[in-house]
Each structure stands twice: as C-alpha cells, then as structure tokens.
C-alpha cells in the first residue's frame, strides 16, 4: 500500500525557514523511474509545482523560486525533506508531497497535505 | 498566472455531458503529455486521466482525455452531483524545465 505523509510546523514567522518532511512507503525511492515532488496550493487558489527529486537523485526547482528552496531524500528512513527559506505570508498554503512512477510525472499518489500559515 | 490555460469554471446539468479545456504552446503541451487531476474540496488532488487519453486506475469510464496540437480537454459524461469539483491539467514545460499546472476549472453540476 503507498502512501505520503507531509510532516512540520503549521505555523512559521515571516523571514523563517520552513522544514517540510515527506515520510513514504510502499515503494522504493530508488526504483527507475521513481519521483517525489512537493506541490503547494494556496487557499482558494491553483496548484503550483514546487521541486522534484528522482530516483537516481536527480533534483529539478521551480525555476521562480530556486534560490529559496532544497530538496534532498534519506533513503534509509524513506523521507523526502524540502526546506523553503524567508518564508512570507504569500507562502502560506497547503503543502503537498506525491509521487511519480515515472518522468512524465503522473502524480498517482499523493499526501493529504499540511497546511502552513505565515504569520507573525 | 499559468502557462496552462483552463476556463474557470464550467456548468452542466445532471445526465449532461461537458468538456473542459487547456490550452498551451509547443514548450508544454505541444511536446509532452498531459494529465488531469480531480479535487473536491478539503481532498488533495486525484489523477484521472494520464498520457493524454489513459484512465487511471479505479476511475469511471464517464471520464475521458484527448490532446490535439498544445490542447489538451477532458469530457466527463453522464454527469453527477458528485463530479462536482475543481478539475486540472497538467505537463512538463521545457522551458521552465519542470511540472506545471493549469489554473484550474471548477465543474458546478446544476
């Protein structure tokens, strides 16, 4: 059975850096072809990709925001961490994590997302 | 904004047939494929559609995708009060080198 499940702080202060764990399983994050991506959706609004890492460790940033953000894996404890730094109240959204069989990026399974709250 | 265009909502009547949009250019749609993603509200999104036409796994055959060119659209026929949702597009775009999506189009079913 697959599954994702977003972890970390609901709430982060303005200019704080955001710490977002995806805890997996049911698979490999090894398997060929495998991807892990990090999606966000501002309340009321559209989903906007984030970061992706593959399976050979490959790692691919939204291109607005790259400066901002790491993505990296643990394989050993099959987690998937984004950090996201000088957080501001624009960022506050739900943060989702989901999986890819392959580059193509067909999201087949996904977490039921966190939200996070940027405020002072 | 979007590189991925989709009307912003849509309405049918139950029993209905309808079909949403999305439209691109040949950095995304014109050159890779296209998957469509359900999200009723307070749910994280769904897959539907993959690779332009396939239907994922578990879902109704009442759903359907086809692509043509950099459009993309999905047909849901024999409408239900429970398609009621946002409905969304999505595929790699080669110039910003990573998964976008369209802006998303919510489905009211009469």
């Known amino acids: 059975q697959v599954t994702l499940r977003e972890s970390g702080p609901a709430l982060v202060k303005p200019a704080q850096t955001l710490t977002l764990t995806c805890s997996v399983s049911g698979f490999s994050l090894i398997t060929n072809g495998m991807c892990v991506s990090w999606i966000r959706q501002p309340p009321g609004k559209a989903l906007e990709w984030l970061a992706l890492?593959?399976?050979?460790?490959?790692?691919y940033y939204n291109r607005s925001l790259t400066t901002r953000l790491t993505i990296f894996r643990d394989t050993s404890k099959n987690l998937v961490v984004l950090t996201m730094t000088n957080m501001d109240p624009v960022d506050t959204a739900t943060y989702y994590c989901?999986?890819?069989?392959?580059?193509?990026?067909?999201?087949?399974?996904w977490g039921q997302g966190l939200l996070v709250t940027v405020s002072s | 904004q979007s590189v991925l265009t989709q009307p912003p909502s849509v309405s049918e009547a139950p029993g209905q047939r309808v079909a949403i949009s999305c439209s691109g250019s040949s950095s995304n749609i014109g050159n890779s494929v296209v998957h469509w993603y359900q999200q009723l509200p307070g749910r994280p999104p769904k897959l539907l559609i993959y690779y332009d036409d396939l239907l994922a796994s578990g879902v109704s055959d009442r759903f359907s995708g086809s692509k043509s060119g950099t459009s993309a659209s999905l047909a849901i026929s024999g409408l239900q009060s429970d398609d009621e949702a946002d409905y969304y597009c999505a595929t790699w775009d080669d110039r910003l080198h990573g998964p976008v999506f369209g802006g998303g189009t919510k489905l009211t079913v009469l």
């Open positions: 890492i593959d399976w050979d460790d490959d790692k």
């Open positions: 989901a999986r890819a069989p392959s580059r193509d990026n067909n999201f087949d399974y």
